[in-house]
């Protein structure tokens, strides 16, 4: 099972800082959202997918839409950057956009090999919501901090 620390940060160095400190993002003071298997590359590229109508292939070619920033070392955690289309979308979501976009998403392949239907991806969405609407407000961008 691997574990998905989504949050926000001032940049990519302060970002990267989280990488292998005890507690991660939280214990470095950074807005958390805690999840498991919602991996930061495939999934959340099938939810900006979803959540903007355009294709997955387009997608994974915007800019920093599941970026490695750090290295990739044995077992260390990773830390991924999430696009700002992405964060921009999910920032202007009202209840029901997500509420449309849930089921979708749930039946992608990554979420239904993890087993989330769409009310598991409904409070998914609307916790990462959350984040990014707090991260745009301070002027943050998104990350993900992925652990085995």
């Not at 001032?10 to 959202?33: F, K, S």
């Not at 800019?63 to 260390?76: C, F, K, T, V």
């Not at 409904?122 to 085995?148: D, F, P, S």
């Given at each position: ?51 903007t ?28 950057s ?23 998403w ?43």
């Amino acid at each position: 099972m691997t574990m998905c620390d989504y949050f926000s940060a001032t940049d990519d160095r302060a970002a990267v800082a989280v990488v292998d400190r005890p507690g991660g993002p939280a214990e470095a003071g950074h807005d958390v959202v805690f999840l498991k298997n919602i991996d930061p590359v495939v999934a959340i590229a099938q939810l900006e997918a979803v959540l903007t109508g355009c294709g997955y292939e387009e997608v994974v070619r915007r800019p920093r839409s599941g970026q490695l920033l750090s290295s990739a070392e044995d077992d260390a955690p990773l830390v991924f950057s999430l696009s700002d289309s992405l964060v921009e979308a999910l920032a202007a979501a009202a209840p029901a956009d997500l509420a449309r976009a849930a089921g979708p998403w749930s039946e992608t392949p990554e979420l239904q090999q993890c087993q989330v239907d769409a009310r598991t991806a409904l409070g998914v969405l609307e916790a990462l919501a959350g984040l990014t609407r707090r991260a745009g407000a301070a002027g943050l961008r998104l990350y993900c901090r992925w652990t085995l």
